[in-house]
């Protein structure tokens, strides 16, 4: 090995208006490089118990079981299934867009069966369709939604989901990694057993860990289980040892990233959670306005569509990576392209945490415009941000 | 929710003298507040290839697969038992410590039939056992070690075991968590076909990210399985289509941490890899030779102690939990306790990376003199640090 070092580390400054990661707080920033401590530190297990005492009330839950996951937040996806479903399970899965996709992944992983709840691309799972789909099996242990689906821009309605799995008793997961923080989520009042989230999106904390509760009734099938779970850093039973009902070394805690998330739901606190939806919805919307006075279409069924996170088509005739490399070169947007079957359809515009200001729905509005004109694509100046102004100052 | 939010975050500084976390340099602590990007970005993609490049030359190895796993060392830990594993398969797995159990863990997690080849916490397991368990067994997967057993200080030769695995076909697995980047580890040169390490220890990196190595051998295993990895998370087939072989998104990467993870690799380089494994000898040698000075008793195999953990064992009537307490009220200094047989019989005490300083010898030795003479332990003043000076000014 030469002495000599590959070059220093100087990331562009990126305005993050994609599906996450989101801008985060200087605060945030700062926080990850406070003094390291060991994971058994007295200060350490202390900002661990206010971490977890934050994260309850971000939850909307009394559930002893919440804290974060060392990992992303598809390994809280992949502790949400592996946990509680053992092979010969039955699951009912809702499948409309990529991550409905890939928690059938994660559930057939463990050997359980699944039952998808399919949807086009965009639109909602049909309650009616959920029941049904629990009808048809003598037991199913598990209904799994994506509340949020960060590949469509997609609301999931919950309350009649919560309800069929309550009287087909079937345990009700939600996948909150979009929504939390963002969207109203209330595990507690909504019924969800198992819940999780990801540290990146209307958190604004960096990626690394996934928020993560479970409530005593999905702990007691997990102590019902006839094996072990089969991962041992994602086995709740461990895990828990260590956040909630001791201080059992388990693994080495990821100190920087729960002071950073510490820091991001000390923030969320001082905002309020509900002044901080009520921001998300008033930006959402007023992007949305620009959009469609921009003659774009929104891609996500009418009424149910996130505030968090926007997708929009794209026109005929104009060029999905051309838009959004000039976003990054000229403007410094970071927005997302569309996955899986939406691959070059739409862009999905986030709206989260930190990034949701109304600077940023002027700005992205612009340089839309801006892009799209010289693309050749027939468009009013201003018409878009005309709009949004509109609608910030109509809420 | 109220709008009062809790204590900021002011952690103390603390040496970080156990078994890990290490200090960490300040460069890294700011590397973590470098503007956030996301995990497409050009930069950073960037980023990623320069620490992959950085992680290959750490390992010593040209394998194409290498890249740190988005977890902590456990997680490491993981990857490598279940990609490789499928039920019914046999693994013989080391055991001498806390994180051979572990493995053994790991691997029945897996499926596999575990042969262990024990030994005593705190002396190495004998090539002999391991040429039996191989030749017991019809047909061996993988051999499994731990090359520093972080729970007992003992560092485990890897020469003959290589030679033993190639011999009987078996995949050779090594445990690299609290080696690497503080004793010598030859992937290629060693014929280690897996091998994990952990972030926090000997690179000098917060806790958060698990380095990973693979070789085309141990890739064809992985593609001849007949089943799909149980862990979607941790599927190495999934995670290279993002680090190694291309772009596609898999999960989001925890940006910031790789930031670290890269400055702290530019740090090991111009440092030289072999002038700091040298430093952790020089220093670990001088620790030795101060404690037993002072009479006390090292716990691990002589021949086969680690230069950057060392175990020392607790003198009779010597309270374990009041010594640690003092060195952490009185001096900030953490050391770790002993686990599992070890609780309450010896010490740990890291020396790994930043924290592998000639002061931080001299400051342990001192505090150690001081606590344990007030403890009523016979100590003549200044033996332990006397005889490290002198170990320091003979190297």
Not at 220 to 248: C, I, M, N, P
Not at 277 to 285: K, Y
Request: with cysteine; charged share 20%.
């Amino acid at each position: 090995m030469s002495n000599s070092s590959p070059r220093p580390l100087n990331p562009p400054y990126r305005v993050l208006m994609g599906p996450g990661p989101s801008n985060i707080h200087p605060r945030v920033q700062q926080a990850m490089a406070a003094p390291l401590l060991g994971h058994l530190d007295p200060y350490f297990t202390n900002v661990m118990d206010d971490t977890v005492t934050l994260l309850r009330a971000l939850f909307r839950t009394e559930n002893r079981l919440t804290f974060p996951i060392s990992g992303t937040g598809s390994a809280g996806m992949e502790a949400g299934f592996c946990n509680f479903l053992e092979p010969g399970d039955i699951a009912v899965i809702g499948v409309n867009g990529l991550f409905g996709e890939r928690m059938v992944d994660n559930a057939q992983r463990c050997g359980a069966e699944v039952v998808p709840v399919t949807s086009e691309w965009g639109r909602i799972i049909d309650p009616e369709a959920i029941e049904e789909a629990l009808k048809s099996q003598k037991r199913v242990k598990l209904l799994a939604l994506v509340h949020a689906e960060t590949s469509t821009g997609a609301l999931q309605p919950l309350a009649e989901a919560s309800r069929l799995a309550k009287q087909y008793e079937a345990l009700f997961l939600v996948d909150t990694v979009t929504s939390l923080g963002g969207h109203e989520v209330a595990v507690d009042d909504w019924g969800i057993d198992i819940c999780y989230s990801g540290t990146q999106k209307c958190i604004s904390c960096p990626p690394g860990l996934a928020p993560f509760t479970a409530n005593p009734k999905a702990l007691a099938t997990l102590e019902a289980r006839t094996r072990k779970v089969q991962s041992w850093y994602l086995d709740l039973s461990l895990l828990s040892s260590y956040w909630a009902t001791g201080r059992f070394y388990h693994h080495t805690a990821p100190i920087c990233m729960v002071y950073a998330l510490y820091e991001a739901l000390r923030i969320i606190t001082e905002e309020g959670l509900e002044a901080r939806i009520e921001r998300h919805l008033r930006n959402g919307l007023a992007l949305h306005h620009g959009l469609e006075a921009m003659g774009l279409t929104l891609h996500a069924q009418e009424g149910h569509r996130l505030n968090v996170l926007t997708t929009v088509r794209i026109p005929p005739g104009i060029d999905d990576l051309k838009i959004r490399q000039g976003l990054l070169n000229e403007f410094s947007i970071e927005i997302g392209g569309g996955l899986g079957p939406l691959k070059g359809k739409i862009w999905r515009i986030g709206l989260m945490g930190h990034s949701s200001t109304e600077a940023n729905v002027l700005l992205i509005l612009y340089a839309l415009e801006k892009l799209l004109a010289k693309e050749g694509y027939p468009i009013e100046p201003g018409a878009g941000t005309t709009a949004a102004s509109k609608a910030l100052e109509e809420k």
